[in-house]
């Protein structure tokens, strides 16, 4: 099993910044690390992705110029940097790991509200 710690979301003015970081822990061979977002009766989507190698980055449109995904200072960890944050990018966010050979594993979500 995966267990995924997310952390580093909260209240912001537009045009502030957070990070949100996501640490990984349990002895699998993680391939690929991604944040998604959710809001109420919307599908969940991707925000930022990369291959554990940092070979492929995927951003989504919005977050494009404004938005960076890295991996994190310790094994199998990845962060979200976020600047010029709207109130449209208020969701719950999540972390999601890719583990070859297995299923896809989640974290709990962390809640990014974007207020004046």
């Known amino acids: 099993q995966v267990q995924l710690v997310e952390s580093g979301g909260g209240l912001v003015q537009p045009g502030g910044s957070l990070r949100l970081s996501c640490t990984a822990s349990g002895s699998r061979e993680i391939w690929y690390l991604g944040w998604f977002r959710q809001t109420d009766g919307n599908q969940r989507e991707l925000v930022a992705g990369?291959?554990?190698?940092?070979?492929?980055?995927e951003l989504e449109d919005s977050a494009k110029g404004r938005f960076t995904i890295a991996r994190g200072n310790t094994k199998d960890s990845v962060n979200l940097q976020m600047h010029k944050l709207k109130p449209e990018d208020t969701a719950i966010y999540y972390c999601?790991?890719?583990?070859?050979?297995?299923?896809?594993?989640w974290g709990q979500g962390i809640q990014v509200t974007v207020s004046s």
């Open positions: 990369m291959t554990l190698d940092g070979a492929t980055i």
């Open positions: 999601q790991v890719r583990v070859i050979g297995s299923r896809n594993y």
